[in-house]
């Protein structure tokens, strides 16, 4: 092996322990730290975070990278360590090309950022936010010439998040999905036939919430050797490694689907990262790859496979034993058409398969309006309501349910909302691949044997790591582009019936 | 203010952050951490320690020194700034002396010989553990002559952790307590009369165990608000800051007491670390002084208050109310001589107050012995023996209840022993300047009202901070050196009592 190859791994190493590290420190102050500590843990958050950015520009990596570079042309690199240098390469120049002082300022107005939208959306005042937004725009703007100046801004934006994509690639497909959902929303709202949701409200016991999820966590594949479930204020997927992956979720006492199906959610990411290849070693090529791929894999299991008919059968008889007061009067069918329900509402984290896509292309418009000069912040409370009742029907009636209500824009997070749409796609493409290879599949999830849809997802999926873009993927995988036509006949087909529509 | 020292503040300030950082793995790791993490834990560890290291002994901080002392000559420094530059090149020249070959070899050493030890415990076979013994004890001679040359290398060792402290201040102490203890334990052996302690046995609800801990704990005062209390295989105190303090115990379904007095221990520690003069900075001046020190602070709560007559008095209503079946035949006094029981045994971390120094005694003439040369290794067994039956009365069965259960000297730590019976010394001194100093003490805790006592130790002790010697506090809080006398008198007042000798 090439003695710069190794100086490069052994860099990158430190660099992914010390991330491993942190990881642990984020995870700790959501779900542990005491809170009179907060200000404690963000000086030491500062002094791990001001050496992983020591160690992620030394120049000596730089020169590393640069020989290797020269190495590379002469000589035919495995693919394992073509992706290494070209990820460490690109993460190099990521953070070497951007001025100190812009990242001081970013970091700066992210910090205090949040806390202004905090406000504001308490107060449903948008004009106190506006300047916010207006600064991180120019600041992004700025950023995106820095790192990635052949791309356009909010092209370089979106590549932060999910690399390789572009709005020439996602305007078509969110083009397409108005166009099938609109009328589908519609179509739904238009019916007189509503599924019975009633008995999903009532009281469920936090215990029994708790070992219900614990248990079908269990059942799907998550290892627990590996692995913790914890609460927190805000669900997520952490920890420091595939050999320590933390999910968490909240338990609210009137309703367990929330809770529950977080927990298969978290699972999903949680099964991703667990199947990393990190035996490799810790370096680019065993990460996850994009936003996108990571939320194919959450929702692959919370939609694909949890919200199915065929789950829902399988398990209802154990939501009925833990549960008994409140699902007496029902059977696995309606209890299927209550979790499936299609309502136009304000807010999309808590918004339905159907609908979700459009909460997520209207932030993608107005995102790329505000890139390319089209639309100005002070505009947007405007355009944001009226956009609402063009895809929806609705309009909201305050800001904090509008414009204000995501925290993203807060912490200068532009580009990131495609993500959860791509993943809805890639999540259904998936699975449509796994339906043709493995047809007992449905018959599979109602006897629960998760095991073959685990090990299809770690084989096709999680093993390559970042080897792969994913548009490579979706092409190993399912022999074809991502292709939204899957994901709007799957909505059809299921809505359709779940309505009695057909 | 100088630059140079502000610049000298600037490396402490990171290397405290990035130790309180590594507390925090090292407590996530014995709580939470879940079992297949250890191998990739261990690497994020190595990492940071190495970087620890690299700050530690950054040749820019001992220039940065270098300067200070010079300048120190030149100017009078405050009190403060005195001891950070002082402390600051100790652990600079204790870092840097040791040649790194040695510090190696010794890590190595330290992480194999624990795995040998509880092997060799296990299979009660001392012969398997003595070559780890020997090399140790070469190892830590050439460590001792490396960084602190000027002292005896047993000396040396005591110093690392008992700063100051060495064989000439501690043999006559020693001497003194086998002169007065030993006759005492014979008497009470003696004696026809026992406590009667079966009624400590018996079944106790984990839970309920718990809720007593966290409200005792919380009684005393430890701050909830910036620490937490969880389970361990074993307890200790933990955390990254003072404002993030974190205890462990462990609950046994069979007794209460155990797990009641490892929480008081722990939040004795804890109060004193909450009591840091952190405001001042993340510095050493406002760290905790040496072990012994520490070990007062936890040995204060668990004997001098919560073993006392007047702290049963307080809560038998509330032990009995928790636990009705078990203490319905038992009143305060007599649950009082329960908790006060002596008796030789062979496990010193299960011993009580009388016969835990000889315990201690027995380990520091074993440690002094094979320092000097005048013991082998091979003889340990028969020497232990030995001293067990000349000042316990009793001779361990096997090595594994002998010489072989510490797990100290598996890890290389020599002179670690003493610090518990100095601990215990300082705290029934402190104790008694209390009780000069606050008469109404003894009421106070039979009143429950426990914060005068805190904050005279906040305010004596905690607040100092790493300001003052072991030696130079003592002074100060008690008006006079550490005199073994109270401990004496304090162990023949109340055993008498306990045992109706008087």
Known sequence: MNQQYIDLVQRLEEISHLSGVMSTLSWDQEVMMP??????????????????????????????????QEVSKARAWGVTEQCNIHEALRNYEMETRVPKRLVQEIAELSSRGQGIWVAARQDN??????????RFLSLKIEWAQCVLPNLLPYDANIDLYERGTTMAMLTP???????ELIPLINTIRSYSYQPDTVFLQGKFEKKKQETLARKISRDIGFDFDRGRM?????PFCGGSHPTDVRITTRYANSNFIESLYSVIHETGHALYEQGRPYHLGDFPVTESSTMAIHESQSLFWERMVAQSK???????????KTFPENLQSVNAEE????????????????????????????????????????????????????????????????DTLGVLQDSHWGGGAFGYFPSYTLGALYACQFYQALLKEQPDTERNIAIGNFS??????????????????PQELIQKVTGESLNPDYFIAYLKKKYHEVYQLA
């Not at 005042?125 to 207006?134: G, R, T």
């Not at 339905?352 to 107005?366: A, K, Q, S």
């Not at 073959?452 to 873009?469: A, C, D, F, T, V």
């Open 35 to 68: 809170i009179g500590a907060s200000e404690s843990r963000a000086k030491q958050i500062a002094t791990l975070a001001g050496i992983i950015h020591e160690r992620a520009t030394d120049p000596a990596l730089g020169d590393c990278l640069a020989t290797l």
């Open 125 to 134: 005042k948008f004009s106190d936010f506006a300047p916010v937004l207006k």
């Open 173 to 179: 497909i969110f083009e397409c999905l108005k166009l």
């Open 230 to 234: 914890d609460e927190s204020v805000h």
């Open 310 to 320: 065929f789950f829902c059968v399988h398990y209802f008889d154990l939501f009925y």
């Open 335 to 398: 209890f299927y058409r209550a979790i499936n329900t299609c309502k136009p509402d304000f807010i999309r984290v808590e918004a339905d398969e159907v609908t979700y896509p459009l909460h997520v292309i209207l932030r993608y418009e107005i995102e790329r309006g505000l890139f390319d000069g089209s639309m100005a912040v002070e505009d947007l409370p405007e355009i944001w309501n009226e956009l609402m009742q063009q895809y929806l029907g609705i309009k909201p009636p305050t």
């Open 452 to 469: 073959p849809i685990k090990q299809w997802l770690n084989e096709k999926i999680h093993r390559h790591g970042k080897l792969y873009s």
